[in-house]
């Protein structure tokens, strides 16, 4: 099993910037690849980035793309999100997720991370105006 725990929300004003990190740990060996969803209660989830680990290739929501970055820490299985140019629309719950399987980055955004095998807690982030 693997555990997926996020640290680094918090609040701030629009136009700030938050970094948001989430280790994994358990029997870490088996993830292909990690990455950030958000949602809203009320709405549905939605992917925000992805990346191959192991040094492969991310994949951006078009609504984040120029102002997140997703990377890759020196310590294995531990991804981060760097968050500048906040706007009040991306308020929401940050979950950290991996998966095991091969996928298309592009479908598991698109799609709000379905089939994605493991989840984090969430980590709350709140942008004022």
């Known amino acids: 099993q693997v555990q997926l725990v996020e640290s680094g929300g918090g609040s701030v004003q629009a136009g700030g910037s938050l970094r948001l990190s989430c280790v994994a740990s358990?029997?870490?060996?088996?993830?292909?690849?990690m990455g950030w969803f958000r949602q809203v209660p009320g709405k549905e989830r939605e992917g925000v980035a992805l990346?191959?680990?192991?040094?492969?290739?991310?994949y951006y929501a078009d609504s984040v793309k120029g102002r997140f970055t997703i990377s890759e820490g020196k310590a294995k299985k531990t991804v981060y999100l760097q968050m500048n140019n906040l706007k009040t629309e991306d308020t929401a719950m940050y979950y950290c997720?991996?998966?095991?399987?091969?996928?298309?980055?592009?479908?598991?955004?698109?799609?709000?991370?379905?089939?994605?095998?493991?989840w984090g807690e969430g980590t709350l982030v709140t942008i004022s105006s």
């Open positions: 358990g029997t870490t060996t088996s993830i292909d690849h």
């Open positions: 997720a991996a998966g095991d399987l091969p996928v298309d980055l592009a479908v598991v955004i698109t799609a709000g991370g379905s089939g994605m095998d493991y």
């Open positions: 990346i191959y680990t192991g040094g492969g290739d991310s």
